[in-house]
């Protein structure tokens, strides 16, 4: 069994689902010890509780700790099975959280998978589910991923119900990823969207980010929806969700979540200053997809290359759990904050 300081560096919730993911893709027991340690409050919240309920059905695991504000969590897990699948987070809890935890080991697992997942579609701290699909995925796609997502109903705080439906295909090895720096951009796209708030909102926040991007000298299209009828949310809110086209192909978005008080205008500002910024850096993956394709160029077979337009304190814990758990070899030129290369040569895990 491997026991890891669930509060060393970014100490949160990613330490915990990462350690669970490679528990089960590596056929290793694992024992999470301060559970949450650098946050306040520590320990299981019920967005942590439910991914690890989720995974412990995927792979039939045996697990102590299963409690909200439990501080040690061990997981003992069996090999990840193929199915129909439906996770009820309860809460506006990530989605986004909670498939980056489950894919990897759905496509490792014996057969295709389905789920249908409930909860936050767009939330603090997390990619809405239409950048994980429209970013973070493609990167994966790019490795040999075979998954697919859609959204029924987008879910904000403070009630959630967001509905989303996800199929997976199990595959055999990953391939390494070698992301070169973008020559053009050919086009920036996206989507505004809003629910149970005046239409005029998902526009706005359009608008704006239309104009942050034509000053910066980028064609764009962005769509924007008011959400009716069954799309309805159960709760106000809204985002805008930005990604670039390229040549070569990269990896580089941004979003932004609307809040009380918060104009909308800021709102898709915000998203184009961010996306803006990054594509000046020259980077192929942006600051949230790199720390999500840590875990899978570590399971890839060959070496994987990209440059990231910032290192995130999440990506380095990433990285540090990687070493640890998955026994892969990592290179990164650059510091934290600033643009970095990362070199990863995967332990090429098969099914």
């Not at 090999?79 to 959280?97: E, H, K, M, N, W």
């Amino acid at each position: 069994m491997i026991e890891i300081d669930g509060s060393m560096m970014e100490g949160g919730g990613q330490l915990l689902r990462m350690a669970i993911t490679y528990s089960v893709v590596r056929s290793t027991p694992v024992k999470v010890r301060n559970v949450r340690g650098g946050r306040d409050p520590p320990g299981l919240r019920p967005q942590h509780l439910t991914t690890l309920k989720a995974v412990a059905e995927i792979c039939r695991a045996r697990v102590k700790g299963l409690s909200i504000g439990s501080r040690e969590v061990e997981f003992h897990p069996g090999p990840p099975r193929g199915g129909s699948y439906l996770f009820d987070i309860g809460t506006a809890g990530s989605i986004s959280l909670l498939l980056q935890c489950v894919a990897p080991i759905l496509t490792f697992a014996d057969s295709e998978s389905r789920l249908r997942v409930i909860g936050g579609t767009a939330t603090d701290m997390s990619p809405p589910v239409t950048t994980l699909e429209r970013v973070v995925w493609e990167a994966f796609r790019a490795m040999g991923f075979n998954g697919n997502l859609k959204i029924l109903r987008e879910g904000f705080y403070p009630r959630g119900g967001g509905i989303v439906e996800v199929q997976i295909y199990p595959i055999e090895e990953l391939k390494p990823i070698v992301v070169d720096p973008p020559r053009k951009v050919t086009r920036i796209r996206g989507i505004s969207i809003c629910g149970r708030l005046p239409s005029h909102v998902a526009e706005r926040q359009a608008r704006s980010a239309m104009a942050v991007l034509r000053e910066a000298g980028y064609e764009g299209e962005v769509e924007y929806k008011a959400l009716e009828g069954s799309e309805e949310p159960l709760s106000p809110g809204s985002y805008i969700s930005l990604w670039a086209e390229t040549v070569p192909k990269t990896f580089l978005g941004a979003d932004s979540l609307g809040k009380r008080g918060k104009p909308a205008e800021r709102v898709g500002a915000e998203a184009a200053e961010s996306l803006v910024d990054q594509l000046r850096l020259g980077a192929g993956v942006d600051l949230h997809t790199a720390d999500n394709l840590i875990i899978w160029c570590s399971l890839a077979e060959g070496e994987s290359v990209f440059t990231t337009s910032r290192l995130t304190l999440h990506t380095e814990t990433a990285i540090e759990l990687a070493k640890l758990l998955a026994g892969s070899e990592f290179k990164v030129e650059g510091e934290r904050g600033s643009i970095a290369r990362i070199r990863c040569k995967g332990v090429g895990l098969n099914a």
